[in-house]
């Protein structure tokens, strides 16, 4: 949770600081607000979760004894983790999947070898 919400010596900082970084460096700097602003943003919801987590009294152990998932709850949860094992043996579907989507946003580059009027004319 602390990685997410970009605490420093995180995974999460160094992965948003390098998009600052680059953001900065190619004048997005509107980007880089945002950036910096939803992650404001973000504490608001990740520090109460870990506050629950490490700041609050264990509940007893009958507390959650008699919940149950319904059918549809586990087929979700079934499927979801199959997802994440699949993915995470195999990302390399996925990522050349994005890769194609990235390359199709891209404006191809202006040919040489377009009309120009001839010279004198």
Excluded: C
């Amino acid at each position: 949770m602390l990685s997410l919400l970009g605490f420093p010596g995180t995974a999460g900082f160094i992965g948003k600081w390098y998009i600052l970084i680059a953001a900065t460096s190619a004048g997005q700097g509107a980007l880089a607000a945002i950036l910096v602003l939803a992650s404001v943003v973000s504490a608001g919801y990740y520090l109460p979760v870990i506050m629950a987590m490490y700041m609050k009294p264990e509940p007893s152990e009958t507390a959650h004894a008699e919940l149950r998932l319904g059918r549809l709850a586990g087929v979700t949860v079934a499927a979801v983790v199959a997802g994440l094992l699949l993915l995470g043996v195999w990302p390399n579907r996925l990522l050349d999947l994005a890769k194609t989507a990235g390359a199709s946003v891209h404006t191809p580059p202006a040919s040489s070898t377009s009309a120009s009027p001839a010279p004198g004319r």
